[in-house]
């Protein structure tokens, strides 16, 4: 993922947002995800006249600024992701009731 949003970045003379920019960006996508949320189980529902969204579409949108943002700031995400995981599945290990299996 990180290498393809790169190659598509890099062909532009932009580039990268600013840190700054991309925090205002995901701010804005994750808007647009609570939004969605809400209007599908939430108490706000769509009028009839505005179209249908799409969850998967929306967390996309996040997911590419996550990865732009990472990318500027030299961050691999593989790596990032199993400290992350690992974090988690010590710290959490015996905080939840595990589902039985047969």
């Known amino acids: 993922m990180q290498q393809r949003v790169d190659a598509w970045i890099s062909q532009f ?3 990268y947002f600013s840190p700054q ?3 205002l ?3 804005e996508e994750l808007g647009e995800l ?3 949320v809400n209007h599908q189980f939430g108490e706000k529902r ?3 006249t505005e179209t249908e969204g799409s969850l998967a579409m929306e967390l996309g ?3 590419f600024v996550l990865v732009s943002m990472a990318n500027s700031l ?3 995400l593989e790596t990032t992701f199993r400290a992350v995981m690992d974090k988690f599945e010590r ?3 015996t905080r939840w009731t595990k589902k039985v299996t047969e």
Do not use: S
């Open 13 to 15: 003379e932009i580039g």
């Open 21 to 23: 920019g991309m925090i």
């Open 25 to 27: 960006r995901l701010t």
């Open 34 to 36: 609570a939004r969605e």
């Open 46 to 48: 769509k009028k009839p």
């Open 61 to 63: 949108d996040l997911l």
């Open 74 to 76: 030299d961050i691999d």
């Open 91 to 93: 710290r959490d290990a």
